[in-house]
């Protein structure tokens, strides 16, 4: 799996196989920035997470990553990220502070 900006991490284990031992969902999902932060399986498996009770979060422009989920659609987020990518990605959020 091929995070941004150069980190490749070798997962244990696909996310069908987590959800096959934790079919209760996970307690925490982290969220990286990733090279495709639009990806569909990625996103779905996300947003299945949180449906299940899980916390996400986005560690750096891993909020990017979330934002592209919907999860964070007219609530408030805070990233070191830049502005207009992340603004980009979730155009309806009310507000995107930058921390700095």
């Known amino acids: ?6 980190l490749t991490v070798d997962p244990d284990e696909t996310t069908a196989a987590f959800d096959a031992w934790n079919p209760d969902g996970a307690d925490y999902v ?4 990733m090279s495709r932060d639009d990806d569909p399986s990625a996103l779905a498996w996300i947003r299945s997470q949180a449906a299940k009770g899980a916390t996400i979060i986005g560690v750096c422009a891993g909020a990017k ?6 999860l964070l659609d007219g609530k408030r987020a ?14 309806r959020w ?7």
């Open 1 to 6: 799996m091929k995070l941004f900006p150069a």
């Open 30 to 33: 982290i969220v990286p920035a």
């Open 65 to 70: 990553v979330v934002g592209a989920t919907g």
């Open 78 to 91: 805070t990233t070191g990220s830049t502005l207009g990518s992340c603004a980009s990605a979730a155009p």
């Open 94 to 100: 009310p507000e995107f502070p930058i921390a700095g």
